[in-house]
T-cell receptor, first 115, second 112 residues
């Protein structure tokens, strides 16, 4: 199993450009999520999904869109990049065990710089 | 609101000293998870606590979940240089909320 994979590893954008960060998992997990990590801020939840066709907003959703057409993939779209979106982005997935969401498996991250 | 406060933000210890990080919430938590992130890496799961008053141990690490399910702690006995990294708590909130909210993390530096 590859686990959770993210592409690209690094990306530089100009203000106003759009792009999609890719995330895929091969563990058949229902739950997938996107976090951004800034120095001293921990991980902040952007969007999450509890299954194909179901998405919801996290703590900092503005400027980002998501969709979940398959169990495996959960892409994150930046509509019009801004310097404030410079960050490290992590995708994660987990499964429901009984009524409890289990541990989250994280991808290696995408380091994004917006100039 | 659904926030998890984690303290301290940074801890610097000599090798062999103990270390503790604390997480607190104003609202009841459904469960709490702990993660470790090494510099330049991604968060890695350590443990999950679900029951009120639960205590779990992993070698030199002891995890506790408060009786009211509003706080948790991670204690490391006799730190080693391999313990260096940032420790995060993360919680699901009671009420059927699916999102996992992270604390800001405690960065641990261990000096030999």
């Amino acid at each position: 199993n590859a686990g959770v994979t993210q592409t690209p590893k690094f990306q530089v954008l100009k203000t106003g450009q759009s792009m999609t960060l890719q995330c895929a998992q091969d563990m058949n997990h229902e739950y997938m999520s996107w976090y951004r990590q800034d120095p001293g801020m921990g991980l902040r939840l952007i969007h999450y999904s509890v299954g194909a066709g179901i998405t919801d907003q996290g703590e900092v959703p503005n400027g980002y869109n998501v969709s979940r057409s398959t169990t495996e993939d959960f892409p994150l779209r930046l509509l019009s990049a801004a310097p404030s979106q410079t960050s490290v982005y992590f995708c994660a997935s987990s499964e429901l065990v009984g009524v409890v969401w289990n541990e989250q498996f994280f991808g290696p991250g995408t380091r994004l710089t917006v100039l | 609101g659904q926030q998890v406060m984690q303290i301290p933000q940074y801890q610097h210890v000599q090798e062999g000293e103990d270390f503790t990080t604390y997480c607190n919430s104003s609202t009841t938590l459904s469960n709490i998870q702990w993660y470790k992130q090494r510099p330049g890496g991604h968060p890695v799961f350590l443990i999950q606590l679900v029951k009120s008053g639960e205590v779990k141990k992993q070698k030199r690490l002891t995890f506790q979940f408060g009786e009211a399910k509003k706080n948790s702690s991670l204690h490391i006995t006799a730190t080693q240089t391999t313990d260096v990294g940032t420790y995060f708590c993360a919680a699901h909130f009671s009420g059927g909320y699916n999102k996992l909210i992270f604390g800001a993390g405690t960065r641990l530096a261990v000096h030999p």
